[in-house]
């Protein structure tokens, strides 16, 4: 049985009924106390987290479920908010701003109320605000372990190395592997590890995280990077291959793991590879999602480096980048929307993109 209670500290508190009749707060798996929700809202939750944490599904669609029933469950329209948060497209930012103002306006605990404060400083552009508060708040609690992937991610947008390895070791002494969500926790760090080029230990945790759960496509990419640094392209080819069918199906981050198979066959001059991945999951669909046509660019701008002709490959991807090209939301994607107007030859769309490049930057 399921009541909400105001405390004094003027938010709401939901609560269970224990067969003993005593009153405990709601909390999710991993005991952390939750507002507005249900059981069964915190089961909705938390497989959207597992959604993310994966890089699966539909957590979206999962999460406008829940907050349809249970339109007080604060943390729902805060994952809602980073999910879209932390997409780099501009057309995202006013569901972040609308997932903000409705987490803001309801009772939260101190913890909730943090990450509140984390996602304003995302829908506003503060990314390192928001990076600096959900450091804090894993300081104190962390096992919290959404506040550790918005922060990670964010530390990968920013490209701060440090953070992302420092970030999730600080707060590993906290966690085992019953734990819900402990394979994202290692894959995290893998990367991190990586990133700082600690090759051995991150491969190890990647590993790990891959045999703990094997749809956590996060961690098959951490692997892949490793890999890739260390020039062991045949290994690359035989890890991604083996494991395709889990970092594939229904993942979202599946385009960004063909094009690391993808930079495997460039490095050993594999070029029909390359071009038959391109024209397949790469981009064959034709992707307008950003960080698809950002793998999209830079393996086509590698073939253009090695002298290869491409044919009319750069024309279709500069259609597709068009609509992007006044964005300026992230500079990252600002400069492979670029290689597709320069390989195209659309001059007009590289002047509209420099110029609101002017803009933003005046």
């Known amino acids: ?58 957590p979206v669609g999962v999460l406008d479920d829940v907050v349809a029933q249970e339109p007080d469950f604060v943390m729902a329209h805060v994952l809602k908010g980073y999910l879209y948060g ?4 501009r057309a995202a930012r006013p569901v972040t701003q609308a997932c ?37 708040l894993t300081i104190d609690q962390p096992r919290d372990v959404l506040a550790l992937q918005a922060g990670h991610q964010i530390d990968f947008f920013t490209g701060n190395a440090r953070m992302l390895r420092d970030r999730i070791a600080r707060s590993l002494p906290a966690w085992d ?38 749809r956590d496509g996060w961690a098959h990419h951490a692997v892949a990077h490793v890999m890739e640094m260390q020039s062991r392209q045949r290994d690359g080819i035989a890890w991604m291959r083996q494991g395709s069918e889990n970092w594939t199906k229904e993942s979202f981050l599946q385009v960004h793991n063909w094009w690391h198979l993808a930079l495997y066959h460039f490095e050993l001059g594999e070029m029909d590879e390359v071009l038959a991945l391109y024209d397949g999951p790469i981009f064959g669909a034709r992707s ?33 980048w068009e609509p992007h090209a006044a964005a300026t939301s992230y500079a990252f994607n600002d400069a492979h929307a670029m290689m597709a107007f320069v390989g195209a030859n659309r001059s007009d769309l590289a002047r509209r993109l420099l110029s609101a490049q002017e803009s933003a930057i005046g």
């Open 177 to 214: 592997e019953k734990m819900p969500g402990y394979h994202a926790v290692l894959g995290m760090h893998a990367f991190g590890l990586e990133e700082t080029a600690d090759y051995a230990r991150a491969e190890a945790q990647g590993r790990r995280a891959v045999e703990l759960e094997p």
């Open 288 to 320: 307008t999602i950003a960080l698809n046509m950002v793998d999209a660019s830079a393996i086509l701008w590698r073939l253009h480096l090695g002298g290869v002709d491409v044919g009319d490959r750069w024309a279709v991807l500069a259609e597709s």
């Open 1 to 58: 049985m399921r009541l909400s209670l105001w405390w004094p500290r003027f938010y709401l508190l939901d609560v269970a009924i224990t067969p003993e009749g005593y009153l405990v707060p709601l909390t999710d798996s991993l005991g952390l106390t939750v507002s507005g929700a249900s059981a069964a809202g915190v089961d909705g939750y938390q497989e959207a987290l597992r959604g993310l944490q994966c890089f699966i599904g539909d």
């Open 86 to 89: 932390l997409s780099t497209e």
């Open 100 to 136: 903000f103002s409705a987490a803001s306006g309801l009772p939260a605990t101190e913890r909730e109320q943090r990450h509140i404060a984390a996602l304003g400083a995302l829908a506003s552009g503060n990314w390192h605000q928001a990076g600096a508060i959900l450091e804090d």
